[in-house]
T-cell receptor, first 114, second 119 residues
Framework: AQKITQTQPGMFVQEKEAVTLDCTYDTSDQSYGLFWYKQPSSGEMIFLIYQGSYDEQNATEGRYSLNFQKARKSANLVISASQLGDSAMYFCAMREVIYGKLTFGQGTILTVHP | EAGVTQFPSHSVIEKGQTVTLRCDPISGHDNLYWYRRVMGKEIKFLLHFVKESKQDESGMPNNRFLAERTGGTYSTLKVQPAELEDSGVYFC?????????????????FGEGSWLTVV
């Protein structure tokens, strides 16, 4: 079974600073995918970034990067130059390889202060 | 291209009543998933359709929940009779089906969720 752990219930960051949201995972699969989603107060789930287990380079999407350490089974999200609009709940998720079912972590609430 | 759409966005019903949630996936997406997040807990998988077939319904909490996807297009999730613990947000998601499993960065797109409150 797959398991995702986000140990930070809440994080605070100053506007324009960088912040790292932690995610560790556990799986016996050799091939898997890791996702980060953002859920603002409006409720929708917004896809941020994806990392495949065989990808050699860390994924980057604009201000988002994924610090993937396979041996440590961690997939931390780094947000650079935080903006007020980044305040939201952030979920880390793992996808099983065949049918795409996602297992989510508990989420981290990020608050960006001006 | 339209995203995943869900209806209703919010619903307040009394315990014992029935509610039907609808999801329209992105056109051409054979995979359709239902997830649920009850207050204060993580998002949990409910079930997965590939076209009109239920691929995995291991997450359905009990037989008060019934999901259908007639014709392999939109899906409905019916809760009958609703209980207080069913309150939460129900997400629908869709993705392409490659036929050989998901590869690469195949993304799973979520709808905005249907917020259900049972009183």
């Amino acid at each position: 079974a797959q398991k995702i752990t986000q140990t930070q219930p809440g994080m605070f960051v100053q506007e324009k600073e960088a912040v790292t949201l932690d995610c560790t995972y556990d799986t016996s699969d050799q091939s898997y995918g890791l996702f980060w989603y953002k859920q603002p107060s409006s409720g929708e789930m917004i896809f941020l970034i994806y990392q495949g287990s065989y990808d050699e380079q860390n994924a980057t999407e604009g201000r988002y990067s994924l610090n993937f350490q396979k041996a440590r089974k961690s997939a931390n999200l780094v947000i650079s130059a935080s903006q007020l609009g980044d305040s939201a709940m952030y979920f880390c998720a793992m996808r099983e390889v065949i049918y795409g079912k996602l297992t989510f972590g508990q989420g981290t609430i990020l608050t960006v202060h001006p | 291209e339209a995203g995943v759409t869900q209806f209703p966005s919010h619903s307040v019903i009394e315990k014992g009543q029935t509610v039907t949630l609808r999801c329209d996936p992105i056109s051409g997406h054979d995979n359709l998933y239902w997830y649920r997040r009850v207050m204060g807990k993580e998002i949990k998988f409910l079930l997965h359709f590939v076209k009109e077939s239920k691929q995995d319904e291991s997450g359905m909490p009990n037989n008060r929940f019934l999901a259908e996807r007639t014709g392999g297009t939109y899906s409905t999730l019916k809760v009958q009779p609703a209980e207080l613990e069913d309150s939460g947000v129900y997400f629908c998601a869709s993705s392409h089906w490659t036929g050989q499993g998901l590869v690469g960065g195949n993304t799973i797109y979520f709808g905005e969720g249907s917020w259900l409150t049972v009183v």
